[in-house]
């Protein structure tokens, strides 16, 4: 049962001028200060409503697969980094022994 309930609490300006023979006293509503809207049933402190248990749940498995597939990226990427480095040390190496023989 969701019961929506909206408390406005508004503010009031007022002027009082004191006179010999009277007060007079303007007042004026100003825009709310504060606004409350409630909605729904609310349960015993410190509890936590099953629907928001659950996209808690949601959110936690998410993140965990992003955080496992940010894991493998990495490594895939220190495998491919540590490869292309194997590949360009052996190619310079390769090039300083034929440029060596060439020279001599």
Known sequence: MNITQTVTLWRERFVTVHLPTMVV???EKQPA???VVTVGAQGPVG???EEILS???VVE???QTATQTAATALQGY???RQSLDDVITKMTNRFNYHAGVISA
Do not use: F, H, K, S
Request: hydrophobic share 45%; glycine share 6%.
């Open 33 to 35: 200060g504060l606004q």
């Open 47 to 49: 509890t936590v409503a």
């Open 61 to 63: 498995a998410a993140a």
């Open 78 to 80: 220190a495998d491919n």
């Open 25 to 27: 006293q303007y007042r």
């Open 55 to 57: 996209r808690v749940e």
